[in-house]
């Protein structure tokens, strides 16, 4: 007796049964006539379905992919558990568009590979067919997704077009996220040829990530991406990470290790400009001095802007923080550069000398990121760590004291007199004692909270800070309503209890 192709009409899967008038579905056990699965539509043609197939591939071969679109859709409507033609029928449209100049999105990529596969546990194919078929599409998935992402970084190349790069590598995670829940027995993710190529996948989808939130030079600038593509990134990242390391425990999705390169090649350019800097400053220098000139200001927005790109890279992109000598290296830069953010700067006018230093507020912003380099930094190379917290402590203490010293004789014998008649040099004098307080603050460990250096230059540093707060409380008479009436004082009496606790704990 012939058999017939069937679709049950109660649970949706294929089989085959012998021609008759009682048909029973050997997945759900329900029974039914022939004679209402015919009217339901419910018979498959088999013989033309494989001929329309054979058709199809005709075109698709041929690379006339307009055609072979329409007959694996005959093939596809008349068999709709036919995920061959479910798959080609896809294919066939990203080709046909490919060939017309269109960029397909993850999003078409995706339905490529997963509305196939949401077919195959209707088809009744043998597990050796499906897992034939999967090794087919998720290979060519991972093939148009590196296309894509390619595709993105050549439209979107010009630093102009930074923002809709990172939105369009957003949205390529966030269209590839649903290869995270597809059914896993159908994926058969438990076959290693078949894990390696979805996890080609997710590291893909991982590159792209990493360039959403890395920055990207434009010529002195740097273009950083918004917190909130940093923190979809990083969402996504994690997703796709657990999902990874669900079939494959221990597995770590990298991605960032052309991120370093590009980090360290712009911290080279920092460095030069702060050598270039100290040729233009090497005479003030040898007196504690700074210059204002334009080289100052190019190496200060390096610097910051190298110590930010230090801190995105190591704990902002996905794949970051793995330890290793790329990133200690990096951290180390990061040190370098955030000397040259805290140093205060030492100016000499008609008046006598200046102190500036980062206020309050900025360093408490900084010491967010400079508190976790250096807890990163503590476990990988904890000399190089302490060394340079000793350093920066020295050099800061240097630069206040010679200030303090140089101008302390005179402040002593007129301050007064300078306060009884609130003249210019009474502002000059709150100035500099205010500057030498707020140098003073980066040795708090509010700002640093790596503790374990509690010795030398930082002890140093916070007494000259005491003193200078001590000095500028006196010229105040110990009236705080009279500081607090001055907004750019406002946190001194608050910087002074810091500097106090902190000398305590310290002794």
Sequence with gaps: ?????????????????????????????????????????????????????????????????????????????????????????????????????????????????????????????????????????????????????????????????????????????????????????????????????????????????????????????????????????????????????????????????AVYAENAAYDEEAVRSIAEYDRINKQNARKGLSTACAQFDDMMYRTRSAFDYVYNTVFVCPGGNAGGESERALLCDALIFAEQIVMPRVYADQDGLTVTAPDFDSLIAFSRKFGAIAEELKALDKQSLDASLEDIYEKICDSVRLAYNAEQPRMRREIDEDCARKNKMYFHYRNLLFGIVSASAFALTRIVPYTGHRKGGRIRLLKAGKQAADDLLYIFGHRLEEIEKVPKFRRLAELYACINTDLKAMA
């Design 1 to 257: 007796m012939p058999s017939i192709h069937i679709i049950c009409a109660n649970c949706g899967k294929s089989f085959v049964a012998a021609r008759g008038e009682e048909v029973t579905c050997p997945y759900c056990g329900k029974n039914f006539t022939l004679t209402e699965l015919t009217a339901q539509g419910k018979i498959v043609d088999a013989d033309k379905a494989r001929s329309d197939y054979a058709t199809a591939h005709g075109y698709f071969d041929a690379g006339d992919y307009e055609m072979a679109g329409i007959w694996f859709g005959k093939v596809r409507k008349a068999d709709p558990n036919n995920f061959f033609a479910e798959y080609f029928y896809r294919l066939s449209d990203i080709r046909r568009k490919r060939q017309e100049g269109k960029l397909c999105g993850a999003e078409f990529i995706m339905d490529l590979l997963l509305e196939p596969m949401a077919k195959m546990s209707y088809s009744g194919q043998p597990r050796e067919i499906c897992r034939g078929f999967l090794l087919n599409a998720l290979s060519e998935t991972s093939s148009l997704l590196s296309a894509l992402y390619d595709t993105i970084g050549a439209i979107y190349g010009k630093p102009e077009d930074a923002d809709s790069a990172r939105q369009e590598y957003i949205t390529m995670g966030n269209d590839c996220r649903r290869i995270t829940v597809a059914d896993r027995r159908i994926a058969m993710l438990d076959d290693e040829e078949i894990g390696n190529l979805v996890i080609s996948i997710c590291e893909t989808v991982v590159k792209a990530l990493v360039r959403a939130v890395s920055f990207i030079p434009v010529g002195k600038a740097l273009s950083q991406p918004s917190a909130e593509i940093c923190s979809e990134a990083k969402t996504l990242y994690g997703v796709f990470s657990h999902f990874v390391r669900s079939f494959r425990p221990g597995f770590t999705l990298a991605g960032s290790d």
